[in-house]
Structures are given as structure tokens and as C-alpha cells.
């Protein structure tokens, strides 16, 4: 019997290797899975069970749709029936739209005067608040100039009243320090009390609502 060389012998297990494995890290798909039994998830979400695996692949196809193991760890490994193909290109461009947002995420910069005045705070500030809403970092400079270097407290009391009217949707990242002339401060958002600022709002738009049907009512007795 001819004797394989070495390096031939594992250039063939590689070449089987490779056409067993599923490739950057994806799952393993129908015949390249290689469990002899699966816990079956169907198209809809519905637990099957566990079956050999020819009778889910013959499922499978039966649905004109793919067998993918998504768990491959379990004992059986968990396989569900599903079009590969769209689910991947739905992934991908989820990916894409993740990346294309994170990108597009900067740190922005709202400059403010140690004697701004009411108007001009209020509109700075509900600049801040909306980029905060839109997930990005914001930077606070307070710009001194001449003796208003001497009363540093202006500085710092105007950025705590901007951190304090926009709690709701942002926190204090970088508190507030010296740079030279200016005083900034880092704020960034924050989900949890965005979330809880929504909940808020829409107790508060139903209870109105409520109120106002309670009032009709109550003219129409």
C-alpha cells in the first residue's frame, strides 16, 4: 500500500477541515453540521424537539428554508430553521447602520460667558440637551475674559445650572476644572434617566388625557 507522505496527509485533514468548517466564524449550516441529533427551533420560533439530525435537515428543506446551528455548545446543540442567506444580509446591515451612527458620534462644544444672559442661556442650553438626546458628548467652556478671571465661581455656577437643567437626558462625564482662560466640563447622555424622563412624560400626557375625558364626561352628565 502506498504510503502518503506527512505533509500530504495534513495538507488532506486540512482540506476536510475546512470543508466541514463553517468560515469566519459563522455557523455551521445544513450538511456542514455534524451533530447526529438536534433540539429543533422552527421558522416561527417553535420548539420542535430534539431530532436526528436527517429529520431536520428533511425539515428544513421541506420549508425551502436552511438548518443553522445557533447553539453549538448545547447538549444536543440547538439548531433553527431559517433563510440563512436573509438573515445574514440583515445582520450585515445592521452592522452597517451600528457603525454608520457610532461614526457619525462626535463631542460637540457649547461655549457660554461668565455674564450670559437668561435669554441666551436658555437657548444654549436646550442645544445641549439636544445633543445629548442625540447621543452625543457634550463639551461646556466657560470663556474668561480679563478681570473675570478673578471670580472663577461665575464659571462654576453656571455650568452646575446647565448640568442641573439637563439631568434628564445627560450626566456630568469631566466635572468642571480650569484650562488655561476657559472653565469646561465633559457631560455625556444618559439612558437611564432619558428612559425615565420619557416614562414620565407619557404618565404625565395620560393622566392629562384622562383628566380631560373626566371633564367631558362630567359636562356631558
Known sequence: MRRIPPNQRRFRAHQEYRAIAPQNDEPR??????AREVRLIGHDGEQIGVKTLPEAQNIAR???LDLVEVAPEAKPPVCKVMDYSKFKYE??????????KSSNLSVKEMKYRPKIGPGDFDTKTRKVEGFLGEGHKVKVTIMFRGREMQHPELGRKILDRVAETVEHVGKVEFHPRQDGRNMVMVLAPDKQAQARHQ???????????????ASESDSES
Open 91 to 100: 445582520a450585515n446591515q445592521r452592522a452597517k447602520e451600528s457603525k454608520k
Open 29 to 34: 449550516i445544513n450538511d456542514r453540521i455534524r
Open 62 to 64: 421541506a420549508s425551502g
Open 199 to 213: 416614562k414620565q412624560k407619557e404618565k404625565e400626557e395620560a393622566d392629562a388625557a384622562a383628566a380631560v375625558d
